[in-house]
Nanobody, 119 residues
Framework: QVQLVESGGGLVQAGGSLRLSCVSS????????IGWYRQAPGEQRELVAS???????NYADSVKGRFTISRDNAKNTAYLQMNNLKPEDTAAYYC?????????????WGQGTQVTVSS
């Protein structure tokens, strides 16, 4: 299996920056796609950014130009650099990793890290 632990959240003023980290352990060699999701209280969890094993990236329209997803396979770590933060970015942020393939493909989630942006 794969275990994920997020860190780096906190309280920042609008316009500030944070970098979230997602450290993986276990069957890290089999991880393909990694995604960062966020969920505000009482709302649906949404995909913020994703990165493939080949380093292709995708972003939600609301964060394009402000957030950057990256991965360092040697450190078993994925990152989400968040710049020019807005109050609407306030949410719990979760890391997700897809690993294995075919009928053995699985997904793993971290515990989440809180990001709060004040106006």
């Amino acid at each position: 299996q794969v275990q994920l632990v997020e860190s780096g959240g906190g309280l920042v003023q609008a316009g500030g920056s944070l970098r979230l980290s997602c450290v993986s352990s276990g069957r890290t060699f089999s991880i393909s796609d990694i995604g960062w999701y966020r969920q505000a209280p009482g709302e649906q969890r949404e995909l913020v950014a994703s990165i493939s094993v080949g380093r292709s990236t995708n972003y939600a329209d609301s964060v394009k130009g402000r957030f950057t997803i990256s991965r360092d396979n040697a450190k078993n770590t994925a990152y989400l650099q968040m710049n020019n933060l807005k109050p609407e970015d306030t949410a719990a942020y979760y890391c997700n990793a897809k690993y294995g393939s075919g009928r053995g493909a699985l997904d793993s989630w971290g515990q989440g890290t809180q990001v709060t942006v004040s106006s």
